[in-house]
């Protein structure tokens, strides 16, 4: 009987069951796909993180700890994870987008310094800004090497003496006297405990999360810049851009891949079953990304390079999920991250070890607990 399984081994799976094996648990990790894999919310090469947080000034203190977790592994692996190219979260004046970054940083004493729009596009030219618009910028933006951030904590898990299974599918577990059984599609697993990390999957695993945890899907798009000195990552900040015609967020070109650009909510597509997700992309996904590029990035609205499926995992709030499942007490689960998750994977594979080890926790997580539920009505 293992101390710990782990279920679904992608971002915050992996973080979770290195940081278990490191703290002395047998652990095992059970994966539907490989490890990494380009079925569910954590491929595409690249994922923003940002210390200034719209979002909330909550989640800074979790995010410096993700910085110095990112650097531990990449200290641990010998892989370069996180670039910093500085960032941008840019709106209209008053708008929630860079009220809140400024808050964050004000809050926290991040260095920033705010801009208008033509301020931005002298100093960083692959932006074309409206004069109304403003923007955050803060020097500790960048983006994290997802893939390579994936394989590396399972590497380092497995190095540690923690066990793997991929390509199986988690039919349910069941609590009994000593733990619990995972029935799964190559037989039975014993754990003490369970942590479950499945993304778009969890309302499978946890039916009190199925109408709360709603998979969209989203199109990642990469271009070849028509000037490409202009998007390389030392002359183009990462983005998080609030905007009419939406809510944009992009990098520069990592590696020569090109431009990448993606749309919050893209074309508001709710999957009712991951299994089943649409991948192909059609035109009309790229089509409402192209309008984003075409008005705010002219420079980089040259030939498609590629494009990507893959999904977002929205709680109803757009806050995180890191709590005990509902009725259960040996069962933890993280889900929800609503499409701004993967820069804490570090972390929160940390907050998740402590939850198995009923260690006291570093960070306030009351803003993640599922009892706020109740107040909001869901």
């Known amino acids: 009987m293992y101390d710990a399984i782990v279920i679904g081994v992608g971002g915050m799976g992996s973080a979770t069951l290195y940081h278990l094996a490191r703290s002395g648990c047998s652990v ?21 993180i940002r210390l200034a947080y719209s979002e909330g000034p909550e989640y800074v203190p979790l995010l410096r700890a993700a910085y110095r977790y990112w650097r531990d592994l990449e200290g641990i692996s010998g892989r370069a994870i996180l670039h910093k190219t500085g960032g941008l979260d840019i709106g209209p004046e008053g708008s929630w987008t860079v009220e809140g970054s400024r808050a964050s940083c004000v809050e926290h004493g991040l260095e920033f310094e705010e801009l208008a729009g033509k301020e931005v596009n002298s100093r960083f030219p692959g932006y074309r800004l409206p004069s109304g618009m403003r923007a955050i910028h803060q020097p500790d933006g960048g983006y994290v090497l997802s893939e390579v951030a994936i394989a590396a904590y399972a590497s380092a898990a497995l190095g540690l003496g923690a066990n793997v299974v991929t390509d199986v599918v988690v039919r349910g577990w069941t609590r009994h006297s000593a733990g619990f059984r995972v029935d799964t599609t190559t037989g039975e697993f014993e754990a003490k405990r369970l942590v479950i990390t499945a993304g778009a ?45 939406g809510r944009f967020y992009g990098f520069p070109s990592h590696r020569a891949e090109g431009f990448k650009i993606g749309k919050y909510y893209h074309l508001k597509q709710r999957v009712d079953d991951p299994d089943h997700l649409a991948r ?99």
């Open 28 to 48: 095992l990790g059970l994966e539907r796909y490989g490890i990494p894999h380009a079925y569910g919310s954590s491929h595409g090469s690249t994922r923003i």
């Open 201 to 245: 999957w969890v309302g499978n695993l946890v039916p009190a999360l199925r109408q709360i945890c709603t998979a969209e899907r989203q199109v990642m798009l990469w271009t070849d810049p028509l000037s490409p000195a202009r998007f390389e990552p030392g002359r183009f900040p990462v983005f998080n851009m609030e905007s009419p015609l």
């Open 280 to 378: 192909e992309c059609r035109p009309e996904d790229e089509a409402v990304l192209r309008e984003g590029i075409e008005e705010y990035f002219p420079l980089a609205n040259g030939a498609t390079r590629k494009m990507a499926v893959c999904m977002f995992t929205n709680s109803p709030d757009g806050h995180f999920i890191l709590d005990r499942c509902p009725g259960e007490s040996d069962v933890f689960v993280a889900a929800g991250f609503s499409g701004h998750g993967f820069k804490f994977c570090s972390v929160i594979g940390k907050v998740m070890a402590q939850f198995c080890l009923d260690s006291p926790p570093t960070w306030d997580l009351q803003r993640f607990s599922l009892t706020r539920g109740r107040t909001n009505g869901w």
